[in-house]
């Protein structure tokens, strides 16, 4: 089993800039596919990004294409969120989640199994 737990979340005017972090441990094997997801108020949970942690492959959602970037620190065990020119439809609670690699959409929150407990955007406009 993995352990997740995220910070850098906050508040921030549209157009501004946000990092979020991703702590993982529990697990020396490291083989997950891990990604952000996010929920905003009243609304389904959706995927933002995903990797594969230790590998190249990312993914990413259309909203946030050319603005967020998902990337891993290795000796870390971190997985980041760059999120850049945000806007208030990014407002919303952000959430860590892993699951054993797979074939299939990796943005889709029902194939990952483990979950942190998440951390709040607020964008004032």
């Known amino acids: 089993q993995v352990q997740l737990v995220e910070s850098g979340g906050g508040s921030v005017e549209a157009g501004g800039s946000l990092k979020l972090s991703c702590a993982a441990s529990?697990?020396?094997?490291?083989?997950?596919?891990i990604g952000w997801f996010r929920q905003p108020q009243g609304k389904e949970r959706e995927g933002v990004a995903a990797?594969?942690?230790?590998?190249?492959?990312?993914d990413y959602g259309r909203p946030v294409k050319g603005r967020f970037t998902i990337s891993q620190a290795k000796a870390n065990k971190t997985v980041d969120l760059q999120m850049n020119n945000l806007n208030p439809e990014d407002a919303a609670m952000y959430y860590c989640?892993?699951?054993?690699?797979?074939?299939?959409?990796?943005?889709?929150?029902?194939?990952?199994?483990?979950w942190g407990k998440g951390t709040l955007v607020t964008i004032s406009s």
């Open positions: 989640a892993a699951s054993k690699p797979f074939g299939g959409d990796w943005l889709n929150p029902h194939h990952m199994d483990y």
């Open positions: 529990g697990d020396s094997d490291m083989n997950y596919v």
């Open positions: 990797l594969l942690f230790g590998h190249d492959y990312t």
